[in-house]
């Protein structure tokens, strides 16, 4: 226990392996004390059979949470046993069922006064204890079945490292990473355009001169994703939100999300009311991005892009 003591929740598993290792044991000890050959891991599949009706392995299996593998052993053993036969016919007559054999019904019997004596110790332990631990058990099934632990576990990890993330102003020393990323997406999914080199081969006249503006997102002081602010001449927009590129190495450290509202609260900065990208349907996991950021599809304007599918836009002044 001083283990658990000194390593804390991360040891949750292992705590639970313990106490379950002990209440088998126990279990093992109350069969012999009501003189009952029984071994305790035939409770579940013995249990769903003494309620009466014949079942198969996959409906045993279901019924409590065992895989048909693990189901099959354990019919085995208590056929082994004399407490199970199988082979038995379903009303259809395609299907093979097992049941309780008399052995079995009459073991059923003896251990249900078992089961009387031990809902009682149980009662007095919950009693005695500050905490429900059946209840707590119920409850903790339902919120892992809601969302794993494994899942949890992954949004911290997340909200940690998104900390580490860093949004600077675009400078001359990014100009490479500016390049390089986008050319890393545009690469694998597409070819490379015009507006692509006069864009990514001279940000500082192509965008900044022009009063666009670039963030750089760092990650440990590396540059893992940018994304620009494109001066538009147009009635209906002040900037395109453009070459807006993340590395792989930055998946699951929320550098799209964190950059994509930086870049959101620059624009206000700079007095736009409207905001408009264009991209492609296949990149799923950029259009959820902005459609997360508040972008909304549009259609009727001309692009100079052949990828671009799909034009979105923002309206800054209802948000």
């Known amino acids: 226990m001083e283990l658990f003591e000194k390593t804390g929740k991360i040891a949750l598993g292992s705590r639970l392996r313990y106490m379950a290792s002990n209440v088998t044991d126990e279990a093992a000890r109350l069969h012999e004390l009501y003189q009952i050959d029984f071994a305790p891991k035939w409770f579940p599949v013995f249990f769903v059979l003494s309620e009466g009706d014949c079942k198969t392995i996959t409906d045993i299996a279901n019924e409590i949470g065992h895989s048909q593998p693990s189901v099959t052993k354990i019919v085995k053993e208590m056929i082994n046993a004399g407490l199970v036969e199988d082979n038995l016919r379903s009303q259809d007559k395609r299907r093979n069922m097992v049941g309780l054999t008399k052995q079995g019904k009459a073991l059923w019997e003896r251990m ?32 892992l079945e809601q ?20 949004i600077v102003p675009y400078q001359a ?30 940000p500082e006249e192509y965008i900044l001169a022009k009063g666009g503006k670039i963030l750089v997102a760092l990650y ?9 602010l494109i001066k538009m001449d147009h009635p209906e927009f002040d900037y395109e939100l453009a070459k807006m590129a993340v590395s792989p190495k930055a998946q699951g450290k929320s550098v799209g999300t ?28 950029a259009i959820n991005l902005y459609h997360k950021l508040g972008f909304q599809k549009i259609t009727g304007y001309p692009s100079p892009y052949q990828r671009c599918n799909i034009q979105m836009e923002l309206d800054l002044r209802n948000s």
């Open 112 to 143: 249900r006064i078992q089961c009387i004596d031990i809902d009682h110790a149980i009662d007095g332990i919950i009693q005695e204890a500050t905490h429900n631990l059946w209840e707590a058990l119920a409850e903790w099934e339902f919120l």
């Open 147 to 166: 969302k794993s632990l494994l899942k949890r576990v992954q949004e911290q990890k997340k909200i940690r490292e998104s900390k580490d993330v860093r």
């Open 173 to 202: 020393e990014y100009r490479q990473a500016f390049k390089s990323l986008n050319e890393e997406w545009i690469s694998t999914y597409f070819e490379m355009e015009e507006t692509d080199h006069k864009a990514l081969d001279n």
């Open 220 to 228: 440990n002081n590396e540059p893992l994703g940018v994304c620009s």
């Open 258 to 285: 964190i950059l994509g509202r930086a870049i959101i609260e620059e624009a206000k900065t700079l007095g736009a009311s409207k905001l408009y990208l264009e991209s492609n349907t296949i990149l799923k996991p």
